[in-house]
């Protein structure tokens, strides 16, 4: 499995307070990408990297901001947390041939807003 | 906008048996395709990656094809197994670092 660990694993949080989660890889791989899982939606990219302080917007980005300020963590935040961004968020990476090289995901995080 | 599909939704299976999932994009226009196993509660497995100018891929008893022109991929599984029961999802790349993942085809194998 590739070098991926994602924290916390689970989190219940309540409506209106600001969240992170965290990304961390031991790959030095270039691209990270975070992606929510939802029924009924599949997966969704939120936002993605493409080097340090670098990164993009994906389909369900709204609501969600990243920081990427070393190779190795890529930060989603929740700046204000609502009941719609309860789901699955796994973080992913690829890399070192750029975009069309497969992705490796994390094991998740399971957010809870209540 | 690209959109994946893939069917059936979900498919059982008795042991042993050969099967084939399809995985059907809109959008010619790719880099490459991946294959995913999901187990519930769990992240997601990388089976097999085809790049857009291969026609197929193999892993053991795993086969997947891709036809650009038609849009369509294939993932073929020989001799099935119990242990093979998982959601299966295709990814399509399209953009630079933008992928579309379909909904994912649940598999079960009977013993």
């Known amino acids: 499995d590739a070098g991926i660990t994602q924290s916390p694993r689970h989190k219940v949080t309540e409506t209106g307070t600001p969240v992170t989660l965290r990304c961390h890889q031991t790959e030095n791989h270039r691209y990270m990408y975070w992606y929510r899982q939802d029924p009924g939606h599949g997966l969704r990219l939120i936002h993605y990297?493409?080097?340090?302080?670098?990164?993009d917007k994906g389909e369900v980005s709204d609501g969600y901001s990243v920081s990427r300020s070393k190779t190795e963590d890529f930060l989603l935040t929740l700046e204000s947390a609502t009941s719609s961004q309860t789901s699955v968020y796994f973080c992913?990476?690829?890399?070192?041939?750029?975009?069309?090289?497969?992705?490796?995901f994390g094991p998740g995080t399971r957010l809870t807003v209540t | 906008k690209q959109e994946v599909t893939q069917i059936p939704a979900a498919l059982s299976v008795p042991e042993g048996e050969n099967l084939v999932l399809n995985c059907s994009f809109t959008?010619?226009?790719?880099?490459?395709l991946q294959w995913f196993r999901q187990d519930p509660g769990k992240g997601l497995t990388s089976l097999l990656l085809i790049q857009s100018s291969q026609r197929e891929q193999t892993s053991g008893r795993l086969n997947a094809s891709l036809d650009k022109s038609s849009g369509r991929s294939t993932l073929y599984i020989a001799a099935s197994q119990p242990g093979d029961s998982a959601t299966y999802l295709c990814a399509v790349y399209t953009n630079a670092g933008k992928s579309t993942f379909g909904d994912g085809t649940t598999l079960t194998v009977k013993p």
């Open positions: 990297s493409y080097g340090v302080k670098d990164t």
């Open positions: 992913a990476i690829s890399g070192l041939a750029g975009v069309s090289d497969e992705q490796y």
């Open positions: 959008d010619s226009a790719i880099y490459n």
